[in-house]
């Protein structure tokens, strides 16, 4: 429960630190942001030092981060690759980088990490990470889903995945649950079923 106000705290003095010209006010901001860094550091048990620079290098106007994710099936199956930071399971994707589309950030993620070219159709769902069952962490992340056809290529690992496979929806294997959840993944076979359903979103 204490995270998301300490994201709050910490939007708040990032708005400060940019908008306010008052010496005195951006002291105060200053001094918000480093109560943000001890509880952060007393609550993960890392020095305040290095918590203060992660904190500091975020700055301008607060905005939540996006991870995009591709969603391809083939039959009855979807394609997952195999983490190398945890061995386990997810979507192909990643964070999105600034000059790409969405959607061509879900194309680049399933070419580099899974060896397909694929061609986004359709934003199946817009997901606020915080109101899941991810793993918490400091960030407000959005999480982006598009439905993808494959139009060549084949499966290739990279340096970020080890493995490449396709699953069924009832042989789905431990899933990286900081990048994708079991009900998420089930809920994308729902709209594979029923292709006119709306964009979910939170």
Not at 19 to 31: H, K, L
Not at 39 to 49: C, F, G, M, T
Not at 51 to 72: F, N, Q, S, W
Not at 132 to 160: D, M, N, T, V
Request: net charge negative; hydrophobic share 40%.
């Amino acid at each position: 429960m204490w995270l998301p106000w300490v994201q709050r705290l910490q939007a708040i003095a990032q708005a400060g630190l940019l908008y306010s010209r008052d010496p005195f006010d951006r002291e105060r901001f200053e001094q918000l942001l480093g109560v943000v860094a001890e509880i952060l550091a007393h609550k993960l048990d890392e020095p305040v030092d290095r918590v203060h620079e992660v904190l500091k290098l975020e700055a301008g106007y607060a905005t939540p981060k996006v991870d995009v994710r591709a969603v391809v099936f083939q039959g009855e199956t979807i394609l997952l690759v195999r983490e190398a930071m945890d061995g386990r399971w997810s979507l192909p994707g990643g964070w999105a980088d600034i000059g790409e589309s969405a959607s061509e950030i879900a194309v680049r993620e399933t070419r580099e990490e899974a060896g397909y070219e694929v061609r986004a159709e359709k934003l199946l769902a817009v997901l606020d990470k915080a109101k899941h069952a991810h793993p918490r962490q400091l960030w407000y992340i959005y999480k982006l889903f598009f439905r993808c056809e494959i139009i060549g290529g084949a499966p290739k690992a990279s340096h970020e995945t080890t493995e490449v496979g396709w699953f069924s929806r009832d042989a789905l294997p431990p899933l990286s649950l900081d990048r994708n959840t079991r009900e998420q993944v089930l809920r994308l076979f729902e709209h594979k079923d029923h292709p006119d359903l709306p964009t979910d979103f939170d």
